[in-house]
């Protein structure tokens, strides 16, 4: 089939790889404008327009999909499908209907459980044992349409959402080139999706990536590993912001004599160093303190001296 890739960041990357080495054509990929990027917040393309100049593919990069001057690029174009994976903005009915066989989306998730910008870090957050993705076809509601095809991932103990999305950009791009397969010999057949089980996942703001050190230890090492690499979890200190890298719950057999410490207290021991909960502690892992490199949370201590101290 004739295919136009929709996608943006380097989770969709794999995909894309998959689609080159499959009997499909990639006639032309669609990604967001060059964005500031680093420090010098200087014009940078996406990991998938990268990847499609490298292959000397077509690149398709309005501003809005709704532009008139993009749609009639599509329609000369004449793809048979246009597969979607973290295209990152709304597709209107007037590029939905241009495909014959219209848009299919794979969604880091098992639809209908966390619809929207955010699913593997909202189902980390959340504690989820198990997540997955699904290809769903494509319509103008927020992830609501049927679907051609799912698999599963469990979700380790100690992922990051960094982690577990590489691993289920990888599983996923074989899934969408079977649903395409599927497709293209008429024999897919998708199916709607359950009106119960339904959840959101909005994206993670900044704000929601501050540590609130009041809850459970292991509520705490959940939403920092849900928020990294992005947006990434930060708490302060000594009214300075502090990055944090993933942290790890303390048994209760391995807290101090004292005890946990309140929520928020530093202790620091000679190999680690403790910040108390709502319940229990956790050991900080790297942080990174502001204009500083990142580096071990005891090689921070050394310099710092935070013995009996808050985060906050």
């Known amino acids: 089939m004739r295919l136009v890739l929709a996608g943006t960041p380097e989770v969709a990357v794999p995909?894309?790889?998959?689609?080159?080495?499959?009997?499909?054509?990639?006639?032309?990929?669609?990604?967001?404008?060059?964005?500031p990027a680093g420090r010098g917040r200087r014009a940078?393309?996406?990991?998938?327009?990268?990847?499609?100049?490298?292959a000397g593919l077509p690149l398709l990069q309005p501003r809005s999909p709704r532009e008139p001057g993009f749609l009639a690029q599509?329609?000369?174009?004449?793809?048979?499908?246009?597969?979607?994976?973290?295209?990152?903005?709304?597709?209107?009915?007037?590029?939905l209907d241009v495909p014959r066989l219209g848009w299919v989306n794979l969604h880091f998730s098992l639809l209908p459980a966390w619809?929207?910008?955010?699913?593997?870090?909202?189902?980390?957050m959340a504690g989820d044992?198990?997540?997955?993705?699904?290809?769903?076809?494509?319509?103008?509601?927020?992830?609501?349409?049927?679907?051609?095809?799912?698999l599963t991932e469990p979700v380790g103990a100690r992922d990051t959402a960094g982690q577990l999305l590489q691993r289920l950009s990888v599983h996923g791009a074989q899934l969408l080139v079977g649903v395409l397969?599927?497709?293209?010999?008429?024999?897919?057949?998708?199916?709607?999706?359950?009106?119960?089980?339904?959840?959101?996942?909005?994206?993670?703001?900044?704000?929601?990536?501050?540590?609130?050190?009041?809850?459970?230890?292991?509520?705490?090492?959940?939403?920092?590993r849900g928020c990294t690499p992005e947006p990434g979890a930060w708490t302060t200190f000594r009214g300075e912001r502090?990055?944090?890298?993933?942290?790890?719950?303390?048994?209760?057999?391995?807290?101090?004599?004292?005890?946990?410490?309140?929520?928020?207290?530093?202790?620091?021991?000679?190999?680690?160093?403790?910040?108390?909960?709502?319940?229990?502690?956790?050991?900080?892992?790297?942080?990174?303190?502001?204009?500083?490199r990142a580096m071990p949370a005891v090689d921070w201590a050394r310099g710092v001296r935070p013995e009996d101290e808050e985060l906050q």
């Open 15 to 35: 995909s894309l790889e998959a689609l080159l080495a499959s009997s499909h054509e990639v006639v032309a990929v669609l990604t967001r404008p060059d964005a």
């Open 44 to 54: 940078a393309a996406s990991p998938v327009a990268l990847r499609a100049r490298e």
């Open 74 to 95: 599509l329609a000369e174009l004449a793809p048979d499908a246009c597969p979607v994976v973290a295209y990152g903005a709304l597709v209107p009915r007037a590029a």
């Open 115 to 124: 619809r929207g910008a955010a699913p593997v870090q909202r189902a980390l």
């Open 129 to 150: 044992d198990v997540t997955g993705a699904c290809v769903f076809q494509l319509e103008e509601g927020l992830d609501t349409g049927p679907v051609h095809g799912s």
């Open 181 to 224: 397969d599927a497709m293209e010999a008429g024999v897919s057949a998708p199916v709607p999706q359950p009106a119960e089980g339904v959840s959101h996942a909005p994206k993670i703001t900044v704000e929601e990536a501050r540590v609130d050190w009041s809850l459970p230890a292991a509520v705490v090492d959940r939403r920092v």
């Open 242 to 292: 502090l990055k944090l890298e993933p942290v790890l719950p303390v048994a209760p057999a391995d807290l101090p004599p004292a005890g946990a410490p309140g929520p928020g207290r530093v202790v620091v021991e000679k190999r680690r160093v403790l910040v108390g909960t709502g319940e229990g502690a956790v050991e900080l892992g790297r942080v990174q303190a502001a204009g500083k």
